[in-house]
């Protein structure tokens, strides 16, 4: 995680912006890597949360060998919103793939008057039409693709061909899709180490979103509705897509070492409009046909 060079280049962006000649809160220390960037970048002092007490433990040694301790006070406990007072920035990385798991939701400020970063987190729902003959390799038994699958209308003896001389076994024989929801295996690779269904939406749109700043005691779900009459008679992909954002810098977790979103599924031949919830504190994603 730490490695994870797309996410280290987007918090030291917005720290830099943000945290100079300040006292600062750290949301989840881990390592360290973020409050090293901010006193970087010019913090006067950061209070670091950590609940893990393996993790405060690393972090208290990382401390002491670094000589931080006038800069950084690492408490060991988990940080929430009405229950801390806050400093004049407060920054975290706790988030997971489905975006809300590791309770993010209940560290985001209440109301506007201190910066947090990142200060705006998001869902889109991205939808591209696709094959059915795509549709079904996604739905095989298995979660690697150890076999020759194009992806395009060609002679199915050429295929089983190129398979034999490769010595692989065919593909196994397709699933029949039925018209509906249709879930499938989220982490399924291939031989080449990428995700298809993540390649198919370079042809996808937003087709839903929402966006979230501040923590509500009351609201424990976003609903989003997809309007599908254009799809009918058609199979189509529908990936959730999470991500943070601070002004101009915006990073999607499935771009990272978070993996691809969770609970993406195939729409074959809707005959209603798709209700998408995505949970506030457990990210659970579930969908449903209708209102």
């Known amino acids: 995680m730490i490695n994870d060079f797309m996410r280290n280049q987007f918090y030291d962006r917005i720290l830099s912006r943000y945290v100079a000649s300040q006292r600062c809160t750290d949301i989840g220390f881990g390592t360290g890597l973020l409050s ?14 950590e609940s893990d007490h393996n993790r405060y433990l690393l972090g208290r040694e990382i401390i002491t060998r670094l000589k ?22 407060t920054f975290t990385e706790t988030v997971n793939g489905n975006l809300w798991w590791e309770g993010l939701w209940n560290s985001l400020p ?17 939808a591209v039409e696709v094959s059915d003959d795509f549709a079904r390799g996604l739905c095989r038994t298995g979660q690697t693709q150890k076999y020759f699958a194009p992806g395009v209308d060609i002679d199915p003896e050429f295929v089983a061909v190129v398979d034999a001389l490769a010595g692989r076994e065919p593909a196994p024989e397709s699933p029949v899709l039925s018209p509906g929801i ?64 601070q002004d101009q810098d915006r ?19 809707p005959e209603d409009n798709l209700v998408v919830k995505h949970h506030a504190t457990s990210g659970k994603i579930t969908y449903k046909l209708g209102t």
């Open 36 to 49: 090293i960037l901010a006193l970087k970048h010019g913090a006067e002092h950061v209070r670091a949360f």
């Open 68 to 89: 931080l301790q006038n800069q950084i006070e690492l408490i060991h406990d988990r940080y929430v919103a009405r229950t801390h007072a806050p400093t004049a920035v």
């Open 110 to 126: 209440t109301q506007p008057g201190h910066i947090f970063l990142p200060g705006e987190y998001f869902l889109e729902l991205w």
């Open 182 to 245: 249709v879930q499938f295996q989220r982490q399924q690779e291939t031989d080449w180490g990428w995700i298809p269904y993540m390649r198919a939406l370079q042809a996808g749109s937003v087709v839903a979103k929402y966006s979230a700043k501040y923590h509500g005691d009351d609201q424990t779900e976003f609903v989003l509705t997809v309007l599908t009459d254009k799809w009918r008679n058609k199979t189509v992909l529908i990936v959730p897509r999470m991500g943070m954002q």
């Open 251 to 269: 990073l999607y977790l499935d771009t990272g070492h978070w993996g691809p979103g969770e609970n993406p599924v195939l729409l074959v031949n």
